[in-house]
Nanobody, 125 residues
Framework: QVQLVESGGGSVQTGESLRLSCVVS????????VAWIRQAPEKERDGVAA????????YYADSVKGRFTISQDNTKNTVYLQMNNLKPEDTAMYYC??????????????????WGQGTPVTVSS
């Protein structure tokens, strides 16, 4: 059973930064995808960034390119999302999600098999 635990959310002002962490445990695959997916109140889930563990591929939504960076610490089984220059429209609950395999899909949150509990991000103007 794969488990994901997020942390690092909080409340910040426009232009500030946050780093989210997702600790992954229980994966039996050497290649898998960890994605950060957010959901704002009354909106659909929105894929933000993803990282293929094993292949090292990264994926970003257009709305966050140049501001967000996804990375991995192999030794800690942790995937990070560094979020810079935050905007009010980034306000949402941020979830990390897992699927086995070499490819990630930001436009289809339904392909992910395991999800964390979420960490909230609030950006005020």
């Amino acid at each position: 059973q794969v488990q994901l635990v997020e942390s690092g959310g909080g409340s910040v002002q426009t232009g500030e930064s946050l780093r989210l962490s997702c600790v992954v445990s229980g994966s039996t695959y050497s290649n898998y995808c960890v994605a950060w997916i957010r959901q704002a109140p009354e909106k659909e889930r929105d894929g933000v960034a993803a990282f293929t563990v094993g292949a090292g591929r990264t994926y970003y939504a257009d709305s966050v390119k140049g501001r967000f960076t996804i990375s991995q610490d192999n030794t800690k089984n942790t995937v990070y999302l560094q979020m810079n220059n935050l905007k009010p429209e980034d306000t949402a609950m941020y979830y990390c999600a897992y699927r086995s395999g070499r490819y990630c899909y930001l436009d289809n949150p339904g392909v992910y098999d395991y999800w964390g509990q979420g960490t909230p991000v609030t950006v005020s103007s």
